[in-house]
């Protein structure tokens, strides 16, 4: 398959991709049409931040199947306009953290020490001892704004070079904070109390701005850094805030724009330290976060879960094999559930018994989904499944339980409609056998494959013959079958036959004339992962 890779990354990813048999294209700094050509006949993506995932681009990628995030920031990619695709997108949330935290503590010292002015002044010619006087940061007090990976890394740096911690993350707990020595404050007070404001949260609509003139003004002196995403930080603020003393510097390594354009005023502040945006550019960071957007790519194009897929289920590598045959049985109930049943789908109910009870479920679930909705022919995968049932407002829940009667594990698949509902219940013989053993509350031991006939029947003398001559008429051969009774002779039956052919609306119809039949519906599984 063709991986396209817009943005640089390390030779160790692309050979990971080349490895897996997948040809990869390189188009750095291709954007606009020339980026939707290139995207068009693309199964993975991969980006850092320089390439614009836009809903436009999902429109031009037919065949996209995954976006890999060399990196942490993902506000470069419409992750809804993904979902809406069914396109995974995936990061690599681990392998720069440390990269990024060195890079604020050298902004930090580089700001409070003035080295890139002074280094510039000396390379110069101009040895200007006595105009540079610097910060310790010993006895003072950092300020965290935002206590995730890099800031909790950050954290720990400076807290062994003896600075005080305080944080503000409002989705962080107070036991966490208080193992790294931080306390949690108010926002207000994070800025009050900080000589050295370090910001560490993603770009989101809530943390947009969310530092400006006012904000600043609360620092009241100190060092403002800003490693994490321009934007966070208005940066005519900050500059005007450095300009005029509020502070005393500031180091940023991210912007608003990126490239930065020459006339942003934080260039041409003194006391402002820049880089353009190198602080995931270190070659341990680049080799990791390469190869660990790779993997998820090779893994998603095989059909695999995806170790960090922020729309789509993400499962835990080693639990993967256990919980793997589930997900096309699931999906398999969801198609026949929903092609026995007569009513508008308004809830569907996975149910979990037995040993796959104890497993995470979420992935088994949406897969479920995407059987019920395939039938339906809605554009439907597991990425975009949940999303399209809480679009549609049909009610999903999860049920578990420890026993599974006489199976070691079951996955039952119920679709209603407020008022009535219809269970297609299935699990794997020896472990990888997908089989349906419950139909409506028949036992049955069906096969699920291809084409296959579900008859419900008065149990009477001659009406499996009958159903077999009918169907022999419109040359549609039976493969196996299976008959149910729920009751006492005579009572209802349920007969599951598996065809080689399809079944004629015509044909249904001729056994339905028959007084002895009172349904008869014709199932394809065809496309299904079985
Ligand atoms: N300069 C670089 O090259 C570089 C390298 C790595 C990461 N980054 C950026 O650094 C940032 C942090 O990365 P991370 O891996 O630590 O992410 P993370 O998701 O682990 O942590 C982000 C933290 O921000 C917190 N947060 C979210 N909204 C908040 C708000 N309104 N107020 C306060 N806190 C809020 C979250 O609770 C979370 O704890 C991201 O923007 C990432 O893109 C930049
Ligand atoms: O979010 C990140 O991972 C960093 O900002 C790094 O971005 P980059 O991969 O574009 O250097």
């Known amino acids: 398959m063709k991986v396209l890779v817009t943005d640089p990354i390390a030779d160790a990813g692309l050979d990971r991709l080349r490895e897996a048999g997948h040809e990869v294209v390189t ?73 990024a935290a060195e890079h604020t503590v050298a902004m930090a010292f580089a700001a409070a020490r003035s080295i890139p002015q002074a280094h510039v002044r000396l390379k110069d010619g ?25 800031g909790q890394e950050v954290a720990k740096k400076f807290d062994s070079l003896g600075m005080d911690i305080v944080a503000f993350d409002p989705y962080i707990g107070e036991e966490r904070a208080t193992q790294l020595g931080a306390e949690l404050v108010e926002f207000d007070e994070c800025m009050e109390q900080a000589d050295f404001l370090t910001v560490h949260t993603p770009l989101t609509p809530e943390t ?115 919980i793997e045959p589930y997900i096309g049985l699931a999906e398999t109930a969801g198609r026949i559930a929903t092609q026995l049943f007569d009513g508008r789908v308004s809830e569907i109910e996975v149910v979990y018994e037995g040993d796959i009870a104890e497993e995470g479920v979420d ?99 001659g009406v499996i013959g009958f159903i077999g001559t009918v169907l022999g008429e419109v040359d549609v051969n039976i493969a196996g079958m299976f008959n149910a009774r729920r009751a006492a002779p005579g009572g209802e039956a349920l007969t599951v036959y598996n065809l080689d052919d399809e079944v004629p609306e015509d044909t249904l119809q001729k056994l339905l004339e028959d007084d002895r039949l009172i349904e008869a519906k014709y199932i394809t599984l065809n496309g299904t992962v079985e």
């Open 208 to 322: 947009e701005g969310m530092i400006s003139t006012d904000e600043l003004e609360l620092m009241g002196g100190g060092y403002l850094v800003n490693c994490a995403r321009g934007g966070v930080v208005d940066e005519a603020a900050l500059a005007t805030a450095v300009e005029e003393g509020v502070l005393d510097g500031a180091a940023v390594d991210v912007f608003a724009e990126e490239p930065v354009s020459p006339d942003n005023p934080l260039l041409s502040v003194e006391n402002v330290v820049v880089t353009p945006h190198l602080g995931a550019s270190t070659s341990a960071a680049q080799e990791n976060v390469a190869t660990s957007t790779a993997d998820q790519v090779v893994a998603a194009l095989a059909g695999e879960p995806v170790m960090n897929a922020l729309n789509a289920p993400s499962v835990d590598e080693s639990a993967f094999p256990r």
């Open 363 to 461: 992935l088994i679930t949406a897969s479920a989904l995407k059987g019920v909705f395939t039938p339906l022919e809605w554009q439907v995968n597991a990425v975009n499944a949940p999303r399209m049932a809480e679009e549609r407002g049909i009610d999903v829940s999860e049920t578990k339980t420890m026993q599974a009667e006489d199976f070691q594990s079951l996955v039952t698949v119920r679709v209603g409609d407020g008022e009535d509902s219809l269970a297609v219940c299935g699990t794997l013989f020896a472990g990888e056998d997908p089989r349906i053993v419950r139909i409506d509350g028949y036992r049955v031991d069906a096969i699920p494959h291809g084409h296959m006939l579900v008859a419900r029947n008065y149990d009477k003398p």
């Open 126 to 150: 101009e040895w200007a001892k006595g105009d540079y006087l610097g910060t310790e940061v010993n006895g003072k007090t950092l300020g965290v704004v935002g206590l995730g990976r890099v």
């Open 27 to 99: 188009a750095y700094d291709v954007e606009g049409d020339d980026l939707f050509d290139a995207v068009s006949d693309a199964h993975g993506l991969i980006v850092r931040s320089g390439t614009d995932v836009s809903a436009e681009l999902f429109e031009a990628a037919e065949e996209l199947v995954i976006v890999g995030r060399a990196g942490i920031g993902v506000d470069n990619i419409d992750i809804e306009a993904a979902t809406d695709h069914g396109v995974i997108v995936a990061n690599a949330p681990e392998g720069n953290v440390r990269a």
